[in-house]
């Protein structure tokens, strides 16, 4: 029997059911959720005699001899499974739990799939998928807020590869005041924030961290000069004391500021809190206080809550 990817799949697939101690797999439900996996893959299926054949395959192959069992229950009905809890042929690291847990990575990544801006999680998905037999939600059950019109996202791809690759790159970028600046940037940290995309990097222009919105970018190639290491700036606490993607100057110092809601607000803000450092200060006259730098964002979110709060 040739070992190709069709079947490499089918005895990982297998593998799994027969290592599944949970769920009792009968031969009807190993044919159903091999075909279920090759059918979307690789949009084929497979017959009850081909299943048996790979049990057998899996049972006598000198670098597998898998110790399957067929199992009788409930009379006339039988289900296969290892006769050893602690056998697998593929020496996966990943419980049934843990495989259930990536599964529901895998379908909330594949909301993403199909559009132009996300091309680059085709193949992580795809290589999830077949490493682990596992195969993505097409009822689409899970939904993430998406700005189909948003400029930039393309670009998103290769500035992570970028980013992650150390490469420098020469972008043209635009202001709000519609000037076109070029730059050089040592990109270090990719952020989403409000539905829109940003890149933080080393300005060489500047000699100081810029951040770029990506529906800004007009243009960026490879840059010719080698890439400045990231060594002053710690990304999972830089934004730890501002509210949303822009770092104001130094001379912008961190505030207590105490926010006064209406009775109606109040359970919505202390269910989600407006920011990390959120604390509740009188909850009878619904006070919370936050400690931020000010930024717009600060000042887009609290506008926000008119005519419900008190700054």
């Not at 009850?48 to 049972?59: A, F, G």
């Not at 895998?106 to 998928?129: H, K, P």
């Not at 995309?197 to 919105?213: T, V």
Request: aromatic share 12%; proline share 3%.
């Amino acid at each position: 029997m040739a070992t190709n990817k069709n079947a490499q799949l089918r005895y990982q697939i297998l593998d799994r059911c027969f290592s599944n101690f949970q769920k009792r797999y009968e031969i009807d439900d190993l044919l159903n959720e091999v075909n279920e996996h090759l059918l979307d893959i690789f949009g084929t299926t497979v017959s009850i005699r081909q299943i048996r054949e790979d049990i057998k395959y899996m049972r006598d192959r000198m670098s597998y001899k898998a110790p399957i069992v067929a199992y009788n229950y409930d009379g006339k009905k039988c289900y296969y499974r290892y006769s050893n809890p602690n056998f697998h042929i593929y020496n996966n690291e990943l419980s049934v739990t843990d495989i259930n847990k990536l599964q529901s990575v895998i379908d909330m990544l594949a909301r993403f799939r199909g559009t132009a801006t996300n091309v680059w999680l085709e193949e992580v998905i795809s290589n999830l998928e077949y490493r682990f037999g596992l195969k993505s939600n097409a009822e689409h059950l899970v939904s993430f807020e998406q700005n189909e019109q948003l400029k930039g996202v393309e670009h998103l791809a290769d500035i992570i590869d970028a980013t992650i690759n150390h490469q420098t790159l020469d972008i043209v970028y635009q202001t709000f005041k519609w000037k076109e600046i070029a730059m050089t940037i040592h990109p270090y940290y990719i952020k989403q924030y409000n539905g829109r995309w940003f890149l933080y990097g080393l300005n060489d222009e500047l000699n100081r961290i810029s951040n770029l919105a990506l529906d800004r970018i007009l243009n960026y190639e490879n840059s010719e000069k080698p890439f400045k290491k990231n060594e002053s700036y710690d990304f999972s606490t830089y934004f730890d004391d501002v509210m949303g993607a822009t770092i104001p100057n130094d001379d912008v110092k961190k505030e207590t500021i105490g926010l006064r809601f209406s009775a109606n607000r109040f359970p919505y803000v202390i269910s989600k809190p407006i920011h990390k450092s959120q604390k509740l200060v009188d909850d009878i006259n619904c006070v919370v206080e936050i400690q931020v730098r000010p930024t717009r964002e600060l000042d887009q979110q609290l506008f926000s809550f008119i005519p419900d709060v008190v700054v």
